[in-house]
């Protein structure tokens, strides 16, 4: 018996829902990112002939994008915190790095649905209708020289003008001229159609100048860096965007008062951790699977390893660790989705639990396979090295946990 | 400044640590890693691999005659173990896979010096002479049902007739007749010329009625498996090797009496353990100066992170672990090697703190790069998945503790 559903209530439709991603995930995301991950060249992962494509396309298709959306805009409105938990589970149980891939796609479309001007908000309402996954969509902001200070400004820290974010964009008329450069921590950098992008408005002010745009990546003087060769969550695609003087609309600066950006940042990092947070939960709870079912199988010592001592306490805390991690990342969601904006510590805690315990698991359940474990013809080692990499996505665990301290106070 | 040479060392222990950090930093590491990053294992072992050129200069340098009678061409028994612990530290920190597959090497050479035959012993004489590399050594013990049982050898199952390992000999005339399969773990399985061979004479006695061979692997019947792909240690090549009727001369069956099996296995992890807390004891070192090299030049929220306390704290515990797995290590193996009954507890306590240690400091190595932590164009997430594998190698770490608390009890 693996882990129960402690939610009792479900209704109808929660199960369905949850069913629904919970097929997708075993029959479609799951093979698949195994398949792009173990492809040597990343370059391979976005080839044209790409199984990532067919990833895309079904979840399109099956409306997953559309949570969270006005109906107006075609969305599905605001799904209940609990039916966005159980199928972020479900995709960070089957394939954590496509879970992510296919949930930073929406991010510009999101600010974009902001937006007060009818040209920029219509492209949320095309982004929800894109059933051929033509638009997709990355969030822009960390920079070579400025990772970790993006997550310490939401503290207040990095107001020094050194610390400002490096790419640029100087209003000149009726348009924004923006220059610099994005990471290659990109999350769908190579393929996005769009980004949402935060820029300096105001050197002086350091991380406290900025602004966030919504930008078509086609336009002229945008170019791409080359896929990143990555340890872990490899089906996930990252890379770097250059933008040289690339002329933008002033009116697709969606947040162009730093003010107001540095007032959001706080819940936009409560958004991204709070997810975070429920999708490593499902991961951990995928590598407590693997291995509960392994040491049921494997005989040695001329039993079930599951009958030896040293094998049931390990797993009992794994599975201890795994349902506490689900139980707050469910707690944390129910409180961020209906207040305003949010507790960025809980939203924190909660993914740096998540992923410290997604590795954790995994890692104790790399031991418990033994030899099999370190081999890619099993699944564990690539959940293990995807859990890693979760550690430092998103921001890593102890700067995140430096910026939430201060909340404490 | 990193971590230091506590010992004074004499000139022959210094030269002899330089040559290994000189072979270390320019053959081993680039050759690692250029291994590491091949995606198909078979082309690590492919007639055009650089592994074969390490091989040959690793022979020239003659660090594997130590420890051999000088009369059949080795450099000696020497007092000096300190020395050669040195030196397996450096290939430990510049390229622990590569460290692991040199160790191996030496299993059967090792194993053929127990026979009274001088054709075996020949093979002995030959290895050492041989710088060309054309007789390589694996050690053949794991097997697909049988891996923690090899460790828990003269534990309460020993005697199961279900633990009995599953490859077996049959005396058959002046020939042993040979039949079972090795598992896919078997370190330089794929490439080896001749393996050191535990295997079963009397499975009614479970892992108490074994023996040992010095097998030639060009004997008909003896097959190989495909390289194994691996989350890390990848310049390591392992694989299956598969008996089928093989017939093998008496003599090289070195090891035939039952009684004496358990302490030879006890005798081999002894030594083998003590091995992987040297090697593994370096590669924490290389991932802390890699952590320390960072953190003095990324510059974040406006100044070197270095000069940030939480990287100080993580730091400080990163080299206060270093440096206790570098002095148990060089400890029990100082005792292990010269006592006249060495203890097995102290080389399993120090291949569990040195893995656990290398993997553990990688691991905050990793958190101290952040996003560059995670990408191939930086050497840390190698040292992260050789060290993960250290954690299973050579016994998985709990149940060489589970071996290691039955001495206890004694």
């Not at chain 2, 828990?152 to 390992?165: Q, T, V």
Request: aromatic letters at 8%; proline letters at 5%; one cysteine or more.
């Amino acid at each position: 018996m693996a882990v129960v559903e402690l939610d009792l209530n479900l209704t109808d439709e929660q199960k369905a829902m949850r069913d629904l991603v919970r097929k997708f995930g075993a029959e479609v995301a799951r093979p698949a990112a195994i398949k792009l991950d173990k492809l040597a060249d990343p370059q391979k992962v976005i080839a044209e002939d790409s199984v990532l494509w067919d990833v895309f396309r079904t979840y399109r298709q099956l409306g997953l994008h559309r949570r969270g959306y006005p109906e107006e805009l075609g969305g599905l409105g605001n799904m209940d915190a609990l039916t966005g938990c159980l199928i972020g589970e479900e995709m960070g149980y089957w394939a954590s790095d496509l879970a992510i891939s296919l949930g930073a796609a929406g991010n510009p479309f999101r600010v974009a649905s902001l937006s007060p001007h009818p040209k920029v908000r219509d492209l949320a309402r095309q982004y929800l209708e894109d059933t051929e996954a033509k638009l997709i969509g990355c969030w822009a902001i960390t920079e070579p020289d400025h990772g970790s200070d993006w997550v310490l400004a939401v503290a207040g820290g990095s107001r020094q003008p050194e610390c400002a974010p490096q790419v640029s964009a100087v209003k000149k008329g009726d348009r924004y001229i923006l220059n610099g450069q994005k990471s290659a921590w990109v999350s769908n950098g190579t393929i996005a159609t769009h980004a949402g992008l935060h820029v300096c408005l105001d050197r002086s002010q350091g991380m406290g100048g900025g602004g966030l745009a919504v930008v078509p990546l086609d336009l002229p003087g945008i170019s791409k860096g080359k896929p990143l060769n990555k340890l872990g969550q490899r089906a996930l695609n990252q890379g770097e965007i250059f933008f040289d003087n690339v002329e933008l609309p002033e009116e697709y600066m969606v947040v162009p008062n730093p003010q107001v950006h540095t007032m959001m940042m706080p819940g936009v990092l409560t958004g991204a951790n709070t997810g975070m947070g429920v999708t490593f939960a499902g991961l951990a709870r995928a590598a407590f699977d693997e291995a509960l079912a392994y040491a049921k199988e494997r005989v040695q010592g001329g039993k079930p390893i599951i009958e030896h001592q040293n094998i049931q306490l390990k797993l009992f805390k794994m599975f201890t660790m795994v349902e506490a991690a689900r139980s707050f990342s469910r707690r944390v969601s129910a409180y961020n989705a209906v207040t305003m904006p949010g507790s960025a510590a809980h939203a924190v805690a909660s993914k740096v639990l998540s992923t410290e315990t997604a590795f954790m698991v995994a890692s104790e359940a790399i031991q418990i396979f033994g030899g099999y474990g370190l081999s890619k013809d099993y699944h564990i080692e690539k959940i293990f090295r995807d859990a890693k990499t979760a550690m430092i996505e998103d921001g890593e665990n102890s700067a995140l946990s430096l910026a939430a301290a201060a909340s404490l106070v | 400044m990193g971590t230091a040479e506590l010992t004074e060392l004499t000139e022959e222990q210094q030269a002899i640590r330089d040559l290994g950090r000189k072979f270390g930093s320019e053959v081993m590491r680039p050759a690692a890693i250029a291994l590491d990053k091949l995606p198909d294992p078979e082309q690590v072992i492919a007639k055009d691999s650089i592994l074969w050129d390490v091989y040959r200069q690793y022979r020239k340098l003659g660090f594997h005659r130590r420890g051999y009678p000088e009369e059949i061409g080795g450099l000696g028994v020497s007092d000096d173990v300190l020395g050669g612990l040195l030196f397996s530290e450096e290939m430990g920190y510049w390229a622990s896979d590569l460290a692991i597959s040199f160790g191996c090497d030496g299993f059967p050479f090792r194993a053929a010096m127990m026979s009274p035959d001088p054709e075996v012993q020949n093979l002995t004489r030959q290895w050492l002479a041989d710088e060309d590399a054309k007789l390589i050594g694996c050690w053949a013990i794991t097997e697909p049902d049988h891996g923690s049982d090899w460790i828990l050898f003269d534990g309460p199952e020993s005697r199961n007739p279900k633990c009995a390992p599953q490859v077996r000999a049959v005396k058959d005339g002046k020939y042993y007749i040979i039949n079972g399969q090795k598992a896919a773990w078997v370190s330089n399985g794929t490439i080896a010329t001749h393996a050191a061979l535990y295997l079963s004479l009397d499975p009614s006695s479970g892992m108490a009625g074994g023996g040992i061979a010095v097998v030639p692997l060009d004997l008909p019947g003896v097959s190989k498996g495909k390289p194994l792909n691996k989350i890390g240690q990848r310049a390591l090549n392992q694989g299956e090797i598969f008996f089928d009727n093989v017939r093998l001369p008496e003599a090289f069956m070195v090891q035939a009496n039952k009684d004496i099996f358990p302490f030879l296995i006890g005798g081999t992890l002894t030594a083998a353990n003590a091995g992987m807390s040297v090697t593994f004891a370096g590669l924490a070192r290389a991932a802390f100066d890699e952590a320390l090299a960072y953190a003095k030049e990324r510059v974040q929220g406006g100044k070197p992170i270095i000069e940030h306390q939480n990287i100080q704290l993580k730091l400080f515990k990163m080299f206060t672990q270093v440096e206790a797995a570098r002095a148990l290590a060089r400890r029990v193996n100082l005792f292990n090697r010269t006592a006249a009954q060495p203890l097995l507890q102290y080389s399993i306590a120090a291949k569990i703190f040195s893995t656990e240690t290398a993997f553990n400091v990688a691991s905050e190595a990793i958190q101290i790069f952040g996003g560059n932590g995670l990408s191939k164009d930086y050497h840390i997430e190698k040292i992260f998945r050789d060290a993960r594998a250290s954690m299973i190698e050579d016994g998985v770490n709990e149940t060489l503790a589970l071996g290691g608390a039955q001495r206890l009890a004694q």
